[in-house]
């Protein structure tokens, strides 16, 4: 299995989990799960940082997917981190993550916009 | 021939033989001289079976007796066992266990004297084949070495027959001869036991099986010593980026200590390697870990980090003879900034060196069992293992390892122990053939693999990306589909022609239609990098097969 670490941090009510290494078919799951069971359903929103993230498959995006369709039914926000012009966000562009999930060029950049949000709300 | 019914005698019938002298009765000197022989240099070397066997049978020629048998005391002392016998096998067979003290067998322990039985239908034995036999007369005596009991001897015969003192007489010559040499084949047979169990433990601490990387040719061997259980060891370690740690090392001393502390420092260095310290820093918590542990240790070790995508290794070595270098047909061992072994200098450092990694070059590890001789400086090892590689370059790395020992230690077993790992970086081929498990682990090494290859071919970076990322979807999905009994596997092949990339993924899988909304992800993904896809389903499994222009 390829080795891709996992860190969760949590901001306010937000939960930010930065991703390393190579995410495919042989941990993208056991991630998704990892982040999953350690997502509290006071949190807000749940940041996915992929700035470490040197490569990423299908089956990655399809945890993306999931992990956003759980997140959604609980009234929790997903936003994905990804630094442009990279291998990581051409796949994600290909699949259309870029266009149909709220993304941010930074994690403070996610955090500010989910406080904008919070305050326009 | 006296009876002594007196307690602690014998039981019925039986007679206790006073033990005498062997000068007082004088036996025909044919059958002296044959029973003295039974104390030849050439027997006392003789392994246990084969000794016993040599003995059986002399007592049964010169008595001429129809059964003979040897019980030998157990480490405990409280039982004999049968081990050796002849015309009456089943009491090895049967694994016939005698108390001392009991019995025909066990009284002769006890008093540790000659007992002879005239008729045993009277007598009290406890072995019920004695009489099974049809055995009438028993005359057995014991086997003492410099006062200690190592067991018994007895002869028997199916015919009525009165075994006198001189009978008693040989058989105790025979006994007296024969005693220590048992007594020493039982001594080096636990030792060989122990030997044996240690060299067992020794294998056990060492990896049962090198990893199969993709981009990386590994052999190793361990050979144990002949007479000692040693501690010298490697390991290979996959680590991530295709990068892979190869370590060596040599416990100082031998035994089951060194055994046990070798497998420590072992698991010390694969831990902290996994962890993707430097060989540096690997080399330096290693060595405060063998600090830490009770007991004085010492050991020398190496570690080198072998980088498949840079074709480089890095390595750091703690008093252990140097790596050796077969480059382009040439050999020569590293260049190692010296530094002491682990566990001798606190806070010691372990100076890093590098060295680039041509295709086809290979790199050794030893340990010193390889190269040295008694009464020989290391550097005319060192000149010899070099001018022998020399011979062998261009011969595959497992020829490379096994001719390696056979010609600097040849094949009459080895003094010390020897562990030796070679590794090889293999040219790129131009036509990429890989057969792979169908097992997810394997899509981060295939993709790293593709990329290495592509590497030759000058592409761009985006050229490289499609690649690698529609052929990771098609291997994808051969892991998915494959179904078979017993473990599933694929093929992969790539080759290049006129600027144009084409990969061709096979499996032997059923095609499963894309469920899901996000299922057919991986296809598109292929069809949206790529400029041709074609998928073809059959019965049999699924070929993909993908084209690139490069530069397009």
């Known amino acids: ?121 | 021939m006296t009876g002594a019914q007196d307690a602690p005698g014998p039981g019925a019938g039986q007679v206790l033989l006073h033990p005498r002298g062997v000068a007082e009765v004088a036996p025909p000197s044919g059958q002296l001289a044959a029973l003295y022989r039974l104390s030849d240099p050439g027997l006392s070397e003789l392994s246990l079976e084969p000794l016993l066997d040599e003995l059986l049978r002399r007592v049964r020629e010169i008595l001429d007796v129809d059964t003979v048998a040897v019980l030998l005391l157990e480490p405990e002392g409280t039982h004999l066992r049968a081990t050796a016998a002849k015309g009456i096998e089943e009491e090895v067979e049967q694994g016939v266990r005698v108390p001392v003290g009991r019995g025909f067998a066990g009284r002769i322990a006890a008093h540790r004297a000659p007992v002879a039985i005239r008729d045993l239908s009277r007598a009290d034995v406890v072995n019920p084949i004695l009489r099974q036999k049809g055995i009438c007369s028993m005359l057995g005596v014991p086997l003492i070495a410099e006062g200690r009991l190592v067991g018994v001897l007895h002869v028997g015969s199916l015919v009525p027959r009165v075994f006198d003192e001189q009978a008693a007489a040989l058989l105790e010559i025979a006994a007296v001869r024969v005693a220590p040499a048992i007594e020493r084949a039982q001594v080096l047979e636990a030792l060989e036991h122990e030997h044996r169990g240690a060299v067992a433990l020794q294998r056990s601490l060492l990896p049962g099986r090198l990893p199969q990387l993709l981009g990386a040719e590994l052999f190793a061997r361990y050979l144990p010593s002949r007479d000692l259980v040693g501690g010298d060891w490697y390991d290979v370690i996959e680590l991530a980026d295709g990068r892979i740690g190869l370590t060596i090392g040599d416990v100082a001393g031998h035994g089951v200590r060194a055994a046990t502390l070798m497998g420590e420092l072992r698991t010390g260095m694969r831990a902290y390697a996994l962890e993707h310290h430097s060989p540096a820093e690997v080399l330096g918590r290693v060595d405060r870990l063998l600090h830490s542990l009770q007991g004085e240790g010492m050991a020398t070790a190496g570690y080198g980090v072998v980088d498949l995508d840079a074709a480089s290794m890095r390595f750091a070595w703690a008093g252990h003879p140097p790596p050796l270098l077969i480059a382009a047909g040439r050999t020569r061992t590293l260049d190692v900034t010296p530094a002491p072994p682990l566990g001798v200098v606190p806070y010691a450092r372990f100076p890093e060196t590098e060295v680039a990694l041509g295709p086809d070059d290979a790199i050794v590890l030893y340990t010193d069992g390889l190269v040295e001789r008694r009464g020989e400086s290391l550097d005319v090892g060192l000149e010899r293992l070099t001018a022998t590689a020399d011979e062998l370059a261009g011969s595959s790395i497992e020829d490379l390892t096994h001719e390696l020992v056979e010609r600097l230690v040849g094949t009459a077993g080895t003094a010390d122990d020897i562990a030796i790992l070679a590794v090889r970086i293999p040219r790129q081929p131009t036509r990429l053939e890989l057969q792979l498990p169908a097992d997810p682990a394997v899509l981060a090494p295939v993709r790293r693999a593709l990329r290495r290859w592509l590497a030759q071919w000058d592409p761009g970076p985006d050229d490289a990306f499609a690649i690698t990322l529609a052929t990771a979807e098609a291997c994808t999905n051969a892991v998915e589909h494959a179904h078979s009994p017993g473990p599933a596997s694929f093929a992969l092949s790539a080759s290049h022609e006129d600027g144009t990339v084409t990969v061709t993924v096979a499996d032997r899988g059923a095609w499963r239609a894309p469920r899901g909304r996000h299922r057919g992800r991986g296809l598109a993904l292929m069809h949206d990098v790529m400029d041709e896809v074609d998928v073809e389903r059959s019965e049999d499994g699924s070929t993909v097969r993908l084209r690139r222009r490069l530069g397009s």
């Open chain 1, 1 to 121: 299995m390829e080795s891709a670490d996992l860190r969760l941090e949590t901001a306010r009510d937000v939960v930010v989990a930065h991703l390393e290494g190579e995410l495919d078919l042989s941990n993208a799951r056991g991630v998704g799960e990892a982040i999953r069971r350690d997502l509290s359903n006071d949190a807000r929103a749940l940041v996915v940082d992929l700035t470490g993230v040197t490569y990423l498959d299908s089956a990655a995006i399809h945890v993306l997917y999931r992990l956003h369709t759980r997140l959604h039914e609980r009234a929790q926000r997903l936003w994905i981190v990804v630094a442009a012009d990279t291998p990581v966000a051409a796949t994600l562009g290909l699949a259309g993550v870029l266009t149909s999930l709220p993304t941010a060029p930074s994690v403070e950049a996610a955090l500010r916009a989910l406080g904008d949000a919070v305050e326009d709300g």
